[in-house]
């Protein structure tokens, strides 16, 4: 069976939703699965010596502006949250605890959490959104915000960030296809070239 693709992403990226929203429809074609690797780029950000594009000078209203364009472009809605970035952690570990127990929910999960936060302007770090979420796809709210507390997917997430980052990651949406690693929302149409051709 072909390795699904690796997804790193952390909620707060707006280049990561619009690349959520389309990633498993683009795979499935090439008989690929998608596999969800939610991180947290504050972590990334320290051990890289990055930052939010939105904080550095000139280019912060430049990706503002993109952000909105470029929802356009792949015909997906799109509101600047207020405040932006927020904490991811919780959503995070909730997206782990449903892919251990429920994995076949997992992509319907990812995608209401950024659409909460990048279409509704939810604060998806709050448990009762969260619950929400759950709710609204037919799982049980309460198992799966207990979850989120448990030291076990506590750790499951930061064994995710020290993945990510022993393999070169430093951004979000990072993407690897088999090993070749593809950085960006704008990289989709080489992912979908590269499982078309076998690469090049």
Known sequence: MAKPIEFFFDFSSPY??????????????????????????????????????????????????DFARSARFCGLPYHMPEPFP????????????????????????????????????????DPAVLGEICQGLGLDAAKHLKSIEEAALKEALRANCDEALSRGVFGAPFMFVDDEPFWGNDRLPQVEHWLKTGGF
């Open 16 to 65: 990561a939703y619009l690349a959520a929203m389309r990633i498993e429809d683009l795979v499935r074609p090439y008989g690929r699965e998608v596999a969800w690797r939610p991180v947290l780029l504050g972590v990334i950000f320290k051990a890289v010596g990055g930052a939010p594009l939105t904080e550095y000078g000139l280019k912060g209203p430049y990706s503002v502006h």
């Open 86 to 125: 927020i904490a991811t952690q919780n959503a995070a570990r909730l997206v782990l605890g449903v892919a251990h127990d429920l994995p076949q929910y997992t992509g319907d999960v990812v995608r209401a959490i950024f659409a909460a936060f990048f279409v509704h302007n939810r604060n998806i770090n």
